[in-house]
């Protein structure tokens, strides 16, 4: 196995196929129902939808956006709408027609999609395998498959919920890869909680050990962290609703809203920093920007500019996904260990850039300072 | 659960920048309600219009001024599956809403502040409506009271309203029919508002399985939907409320609270116990104006009328007597 970056699809899918395709960023896409109606998806050219998944995304069931519905097997769409007692009647031919779907698509693996059940009730794996996991299984034959699963952290950190959900993720013998991600609460945009990054990569360690392939969804830049636990697939997303997982996506509507101000992705300092202030380093810490900044075509054309970008414009994520695959191209040859001691060389210098930008009295914006990197610091000192 | 705050305020603008709130109108359970409008020339120049990069997405903000007024309405603190399950039914009864119910102009859910960019103290979901230029049945009450015609015809118009839902295979029920949530336009056209769902929207809403009473308003709630009886809870559950409407158009008293300063137990217990005088009796009404309303506020579903579509003949044939 190798290492592995797949664009986490959101809104503006384009936005990541043209990264994918054109600039030669990502292994592939994680194709999302919820910013992809079908024709979109089947319009894609073969090759990319070989190099993809399509994740059917059944985490809300009864989620009425417009292009989820455009698939005839979303639950909503079956029997005048999602209803739990009755859904069960209609699960063999939901399994039969997305798995077809995804079989004459050519994606790389068939998914088997299961719901975002936010408690750690005890009967969360009757629950689940009642909604999909049994019929999927009982369709797929004998085709090796890919389990998607969205959890909260506490079934990852509690130990007793972790190891009934290795239980269960491992007790598919024709799954052979799990798509997992994490709703991860917080206040902060990255995740600054050392125990968890720990407890994950932990976690994601284990699957790997057992020969499953492991791919890590809804990840922002602590997704490079994982890495160090083994040869696992991350992902990079644009809008941040790609980059943390939360239900909520499939509740908001993405372009009727206001977003908030443009950040640019530094990698020097493995974080998201909001484009004015990323100036004011240019114009203020040359020698800082130089080490934190890494240019693109599509940065560079940004900070050209005399307007400011919007959040929802494509350059700045595009910048991002450019960075990232710099990134992984440095950690892919590495050996785990290395991979662990060349981030944490990284984490060191981040912080160091972020004291000297405090020296010269230029202050960032609350989620565009470094209290992450301590953090990071530790899990993999931890590792 | 939300209260008008100047936070709440605040949040809001920031999410709708260009959104003018000119008045709170109402708070109830966990929702709050505005009037406001939108002013164009207030958009600031980060929301940019459509760029056509997706054929689904609609306007934000640009050209909302046309809308005039408009009525806000905030819920908070409803988990995701009861939001979802709200979006859902907005959406059908978008295809089958008549034009007795205010239009929805746009609905969100918005997680963040913009400004900030932090996370809202709760996730807000706010939905817009066309301003109807009435009055609320509430306070002209007083112009119905022993005029049977026009009450009967207020019934019709309620129940015509209602009926695309009744018929609904999902089998909706407004389940809050009341003075407050009917408007009467200067034509004397009834509008109904507040479809029921939005309201329940929350800890004792439509996700509520568990003992104790379902969501209703004391004194205008059916039996079984105080007794959170949900299979029982259908389109006579409406019959019964609209019953009770009649009722106290008709006589001016309601029939289950006769009397000022009830606690809400005792309005349960005469809601569910107390058969009222017969409106013949109490207000003089026509025989059959009292037998149809005595009909509707029947203690049991199954005795009140059998379908809508009888419910609304028996009013019609009221309306030519």
Partial sequence: MALGLLHQVGHNSKWNVESFENDGCGDGLILSPLHQAMGTVEKLPPETRAASIFDPQFYLPNSRKTKLLSYPFFPEQVDGGFQTSTFVAHVPEVAKSCIDFQVQQGFRKVVVPTRYINQMYPSYFKQQNQFTVDAFMEHAGSRPLCLSVALTAPMIQDPEWREQVLNWITSFPEVDEVYIMYEHERSTKQVADARFLVDCMTFCSDIMNTGLAVTLGYTNTEGLLYTAAGDLTITMGAFENTRIFSVDKFLESEGERRGPKARIYLPGLFNWVQFEDAKRIRSGAPEVWAQVYEPTEWAEEALRREVEPTFNQSPLYKHYFRNMQDHMDELSPLKASDRRKLLLSKIAAAMGAYRELNYRGIGLEKHGQGGHLMEWQNALNSV | ?321
């Fill in chain 2, 1 to 321: 659960m939300p209260t008008d705050s100047q936070e709440l305020r605040d949040d809001l603008v920031a999410c709708l920048p260009s959104l003018n709130l000119d008045l709170a109108l109402a708070q109830s359970g966990q929702r709050v309600v505005y009037l406001g409008h939108f002013e164009d020339n207030k958009i600031p120049p980060d929301v940019l219009p459509p760029d056509g990069e997706d054929a689904d997405e609609k306007p934000f903000l640009h050209g909302w001024g046309a809308w005039g007024r408009i009525v806000v309405k905030v819920v908070s603190g409803a988990d995701p599956v009861t939001l979802a399950r709200l979006q859902a039914e907005t959406a059908i009864l978008e295809e089958v809403r008549p034009t007795c119910f205010p239009k929805l102009l746009y609905c969100n859910l918005f997680t963040d502040n913009p400004v900030t960019d932090e996370r809202l103290k709760e996730r807000l979901y706010v939905s817009i409506e066309e301003f109807i230029d009435s009055s609320p049945l509430s306070a002209i009450a007083d112009q119905y009271k022993g005029d049977e015609q026009k009450i009967v015809k207020l019934a019709v118009g309620i129940s015509n309203a209602l009926l695309p839902l009744w018929a609904h295979h999902r089998k909706f029920v407004h389940r809050d029919i009341k003075p407050a949530n009917l408007l009467i336009r200067p034509n004397g056209e009834v509008v109904v508002i507040d479809l029921g769902i939005v309201r329940e929207t929350g800890a004792v809403g439509v996700t509520h399985d568990g003992p104790g009473p379902g969501p209703f308003t004391p004194g205008y709630g059916a039996p079984e939907q105080m007794n959170n009886e949900k299979n029982a809870v259908s389109f006579k559950t409406d019959f019964f409320s609209i019953g009770v409407l009649m009722y106290c158009l008709h006589s001016g008293v309601h029939p289950f609270v006769p009397r000022a300063n009830m606690a809400m137990h005792e309005i349960m217990i005469a809601v569910a116990s107390l058969h009222p005088p017969l409106l013949t009796d109490a207000a003089g009404s026509s025989q059959g104006f009292s037998d149809f309303v005595a009909k509707s506020m029947l203690k049991v579903p199954w005795q009140r009328h059998r379908t809508p579509a009888i419910f609304i003949e028996e009013l019609q044939a009221l309306q030519q007597n």
